[in-house]
């Protein structure tokens, strides 16, 4: 009896492993992911949390829409990524898939969504077996073309999950062209089957001859056909409006919307248990199709729609099987250590590291710790890989950043309300705000003497760039006035609009640092609102000037010092060739403010001038450089 009773422990274990191992990419093992198109849903404004709210439930995945030509929707990626979701993306090819090429622009889309750091669901070319679409009509083309984009993101970008996704409609005998499998490209080129279907309302159904065609009937057209693949519902909705008929007034239809949510979600579990996700087309989109999808316009179809997916079987948890990696941001010096994190469901057999595309190093077991001498690299910012690889054979890449140091001249200092190196005067504490850095911030009232100043020595002579972040709101002065003071140079005044970019780093510019010499950073009271000081940032990269030379014999303009400028900057230049040379500085009208330079000169040296604007107002201004056909344009700031 014992030793029945451990084979079948072990013949279950055996079962569950098999079972874990055939799952595809991101496939819960039991469960939904729910998700929803939220970003034409005006209650909510596409913002996640609002709409979460709303419906009481996290939900897993949330939908948009891209052209194959456009970048790498990277905001709404990172919106998705900052509230833990994934993303489904509708990439829609123009009419001859002349934009799908293997080429430059689709591999670096593939790698931008590498880097995203979430799981991507690729719905590339949906509804081909629809004449409403412009890549209907060519099964031929339009596998070699799936086939195609497939092998791109396979070799790119490991994170994305190619959703193959038709139409419900019915296939239509001896027309190949609305024959769903005439379009299927093989199951070794399908991660996911997806399929679309909506209940446009009743006078629709009575229309089409669709009256008792239920949700059910409709995704079963396409789950049936694919019973070795995890299926998505990747838009489906019911209309709780309708604007059909003769005259078309809008109609009521409730109770039609709230019988199909319910009739679907509430048998999914049961009756498709491999249906793995779902999303709602949350859109009253009656001007373009006549019929309101909204969740939030009717609170009997939210509370409905609330109800239904409190269901446990629709889950808030994403199966990572793909490994998800998490490397530090780091600043390292000769033998250094990179510690790198990994979410993973599955065993993880192999981590492998590589710096700049070329690989270091490769761990086999925890913890991935990957010491490297970085004495033999320049100082500078590197680009860091990690792939990691599954005992099924998924690979998850992590990228990131890093900054090589060996000169010990990089610097990223922050200083706070809080710290010891501010002083506040006339003003208050407070924190009602969140777009902030730290617990808190400065705030100086309008029309008065109150000021926040930022102090701080550097150990180090050379160029910096200088940041500042504060809280944006309307009560905020749209004029507040930094000024930088140092004994080294004339004293600089920079003007901001507090009442927007809050929370973030705003580049006031790059300056000049001289060893031991006291910087001071002072947010002067404005007569239109309250200013905010909230913290500054002094940052410096250690990309040095010898470690990339310019050689004096290129013909190069370099950037003025300082930029920005008050009043007076330096414009150096070098030549190639001795020749007659102009240096001239003009507005951004196009029109010539002065001539700096109108000679003959000699090659192989570096000039230097002096450029005065006691008489001109603060602005943009071009300096350009000619020789011969050769031109050179920089941009200056003058600031007073």
């Known amino acids: 009896m014992k030793q029945a009773l451990i084979l079948f422990i072990i013949l279950c274990l055996n079962l569950s492993k098999t079972f874990a191992q055939s799952l595809a990419k991101y496939e ?7 998700g929803a198109f939220i970003q034409n849903d005006y209650n909510v404004n596409g913002m996640i949390p609002q709409f979460e709210s709303l419906v009481g439930k996290k939900h897993t995945g949330y939908l948009t829409y891209t052209s194959v030509s456009s970048p790498f929707p990277k905001a709404f990626a990172d919106s998705c990524k900052k509230y833990g979701s994934f993303m489904q993306l509708g990439f829609e090819p123009d009419t001859a898939f002349r934009d799908v090429v293997d080429g430059p622009h689709l591999r670096n889309w593939a790698r931008e969504a590498a880097k995203s750091g979430i799981p991507i669901f690729l719905r590339f070319a949906s509804e081909m077996n629809g004449d409403w679409v412009p890549w209907f009509g060519s099964p031929t083309l339009y596998k070699e073309k799936w086939r195609l984009m497939y092998n791109i993101m396979k070799e790119e970008a490991p994170n994305v999950v190619m959703v193959w996704c038709p139409n419900w409609r019915p296939d239509i005998p001896n027309d190949t062209s609305r024959n769903i499998m005439a379009y299927y490209p093989g199951d070794e080129y399908v991660d996911w089957v997806g399929v679309n279907f909506y209940m446009w309302g009743p006078v629709y159904d009575s229309l089409m001859n669709e009256t008792g065609i239920s949700t059910l009937s409709k995704l079963g057209v396409v789950y049936n056909k694919f ?3 995890p299926i998505m519902i990747c838009e489906w909705a019911a209309a709780s409006r309708e604007w059909r008929g003769n005259p078309p007034l809008p109609k009521i239809t409730t109770d039609y919307c709230v019988t199909h949510i319910q ?7 049961q009756l498709f248990p491999r249906v793995k996700g779902v999303f709602w087309f949350d859109y009253d989109s009656h001007l373009i199709n006549n019929s309101d999808f909204s969740l939030t316009n009717n609170p009997v179809v939210l509370n409905t729609y609330k109800n239904v997916i409190q269901n446990p079987h629709f889950i808030t948890d994403i199966n990572l099987n793909i490994p998800l990696i998490l490397i530090p941001e780091k600043v390292v010096r000769g033998i250094d250590t990179i510690p790198v994190q990994i979410n993973c469901t599955r065993p993880v057999t192999e981590v492998k590291i590589f710096i700049n595309n070329s690989l270091v190093q490769t761990l086999n077991s925890e913890p991935y710790n990957f010491i490297i001498d970085f004495s033999s690299y320049n100082d500078g910012p590197i680009e860091v890989e990690v792939r ?12 990131q950043n890093i900054e090589v140091d060996n000169n010990y001249d990089y610097i990223d200092f922050i200083i706070d309300n809080s710290d010891s190196l501010f002083i506040g005067s006339g003003g208050w504490v407070s924190s009602s705000q969140p777009d902030r850095y730290g617990k808190d911030y400065y705030v100086i009232p309008p029309n008065s003497n109150g000021y926040g100043e930022w102090t701080f020595t550097p150990f180090f002579s050379g160029p910096f760039k200088l940041y500042a972040m504060w809280s944006a709101h309307p009560n905020r002065s749209s004029n507040a006035k930094y000024g930088i003071f140092s004994s080294s140079y004339t004293p600089v005044l920079i003007n901001v609009n507090q009442r927007e970019n809050g929370g973030k780093w705003n580049l006031f510019g790059e300056f000049n640092a001289y060893e031991n010499q006291p910087i001071q950073v002072k947010l002067f009271s404005s007569t239109d609102g309250y200013c905010i000081a909230d913290a500054i940032r002094i940052y410096r990269n250690t990309t040095s000037v010898e470690e990339n030379p310019v050689s004096v014999t290129d013909f190069n ?6 930029n920005p400028f008050n009043s007076t900057t330096k414009i150096s230049f070098s030549l190639r060739k001795s020749g007659f040379v102009t240096l001239k500085i003009f507005n951004l009208l196009g029109e010539e403010i002065k001539s700096l330079v109108n000679e003959k000169l000699e090659s192989n040296r570096i000039y230097s001038y002096d450029f005065n604007a006691d008489n001109l107002p603060s602005g943009v201004y071009l300096a350009q450089l000619s ?11 003058l600031l007073k």
């Open 557 to 562: 303009l370099f950037q003025n010092y300082p």
């Open 263 to 269: 009739q679907l979600y509430n048998n999914l579990q």
């Open 28 to 34: 819960p093992v039991s469960g939904v992911y729910l």
């Open 627 to 637: 020789q011969n056909h050769q031109t050179k344009t920089i941009k200056m700031i």
């Open 227 to 229: 019973p070795n693949k």
């Open 388 to 399: 990691a690889k599954t005992i099924d054979n998924y690979e998850g890449r992590g990228f």
